[in-house]
């Protein structure tokens, strides 16, 4: 069975740091591009990080440049989101995504199995 768990969210003041896991299960997590996404209440879903197959290629919202950074490890199945300076406006459930190639992109309709999220409130 195909899955994608994610892990590291939780309350944390205004300037803080917090890194997430997505750790996959039933696939081969470095044959494709990950997201990470997230969705605060009453917004849509927001692409925020992704890094390709190969972890050559990154993109990120500006919302988050020079603040997030994204990683993985393949050997562990495993793609990191590092989020560095957060501030209450980053208050929202994120989860990590497959895509169905290797290349990066931001747009939900890229990625097509999603894991559960982990919740992340930025707040003092």
């Known amino acids: 069975q195909l899955q994608l768990v994610e892990s590291g969210g939780g309350l944390v003041q205004p300037g803080g740091s917090l890194r997430l896991s997505c750790t996959a299960s039933g696939f081969t997590l470095g044959y494709d591009a990950i997201g990470w996404f997230r969705q605060a209440p009453g917004k849509e879903r927001e692409g925020v990080l992704c890094i390709s197959s190969s972890g050559g290629s990154t993109k990120f919202a500006d919302s988050v440049k020079g603040r997030f950074t994204i990683s993985r490890d393949n050997a562990k199945n495993t793609v990191y989101l590092q989020m560095n300076s957060l501030k209450p406006e980053d208050t929202a459930v994120y989860c990590c995504?497959?895509?169905?190639?290797?290349?990066?992109?931001?747009?939900?309709?890229?990625?097509?199995?999603w894991g559960q999220g982990t919740k992340v409130t930025v707040s003092s």
């Open positions: 995504a497959r895509a169905r190639s290797r290349v990066c992109a931001l747009s939900t309709g890229n990625y097509n199995y």
